[in-house]
């Protein structure tokens, strides 16, 4: 039986094209129910960074990952379901996901957007800040930010909004903050447009909005980073944390790369 499952579920990551939701939700339902008829703690990580933020912030326990990308096929789902016009069931999709790996940012930003085109704000603003903690790079800073900003702005409240679109910008710039921006500068006559970044971030404080990633993060990446063997990901990790950071230890790292064909990164005591 878990041959034959095996050689489906390689035969979708392989073709996905080949299979019709109905498909998809039967390969799904079959591959669920094989790992919880043992009973045990199932964790679906994407990559090895993320079993270190799994083992921090959410279990500490004992548990075993799984053969296949569950998160993945749950997810894959809710996006077909979306173009359906399924949106509460995608959320359940999205929901089931996150049990498979509650630490996958893309299924986070995945919800983030069902709850946008659903108009569930205060729902959106409880999803954003779960996100948080697995936020480590530039781009995912720049999309909890922009999707805070969202929040603020249907509850009609335009400068802390306006302040997180540019906060969001300033970890990377996207034509959807610059267009929100735009909107708020005309609807408000300008009013907020000309805040420095300081008055930005002492504004964010003022709401209890953080104006960097967890430090805990931060810290398991790093230590991903350096149990990493793979050398070319330990150096995508060093670099994700050097943008985030600017942090001239990882720097150094970085610089000190001794022959490419065979690299090794130097690591500070």
């Known amino acids: 039986m878990k041959e ?3 050689k489906e579920y390689r035969s979708y990551i392989d073709h996905p094209e080949r299979y019709g939701y ?12 094989e790992h919880r ?32 990308q569950l998160n993945v096929l749950y ?30 940012i893309e299924i ?11 108009m569930e704000w205060f729902v959106l603003k409880e999803i954003v800040r779960k996100m948080y903690h697995y936020c480590y790079t530039c781009v995912d800073l720049s999309r909890y930010y922009r999707y805070l900003g969202r929040y603020f702005l249907e509850i009609y409240q335009p400068e802390i909004s306006a302040c997180l679109y540019r906060y969001s910008n300033y970890w990377y710039q996207t034509k959807t903050a610059d267009k929100e921006l735009d909107f708020l500068k005309a609807a408000t006559a300008g009013v907020f447009a000309d805040h420095t970044l300081e008055e930005d971030k002492k504004l964010l404080l003022e709401h209890d909005i953080p104006l960097r990633p967890e430090a805990e993060t931060l810290a398991l990446c790093y230590h991903a980073a350096k149990e990493e063997k793979d050398c070319e990901i330990q150096k995508l990790y060093f670099s994700m944390l050097y943008q ?26």
């Open 4 to 6: 034959k499952l095996t």
């Open 37 to 68: 008829k043992y009973g045990e703690k199932w964790f679906s990580p994407n990559h090895n960074l993320e079993i270190y933020l799994y083992e921090y912030w959410v279990n500490q326990e004992e548990y075993e990952c799984t053969s296949y």
């Open 75 to 104: 997810k894959q789902q809710g996006v077909a379901e979306e173009k359906r016009g399924m949106f509460e069931k995608a959320e359940q999709s999205f929901l089931s996901a996150l049990e498979w790996n509650p630490v996958d």
């Open 22 to 33: 109905e498909q998809l939700t039967e390969l799904i339902d079959k591959l669920s129910e």
């Open 244 to 269: 985030v950071t600017g942090d001239v230890e990882i720097e150094k790292i970085l610089i000190n790369r001794k022959d490419k064909r065979n690299p090794k990164l130097l690591l500070p005591e």
């Open 108 to 118: 986070y930003l995945n919800l983030c957007e069902n709850y946008v085109k659903r």
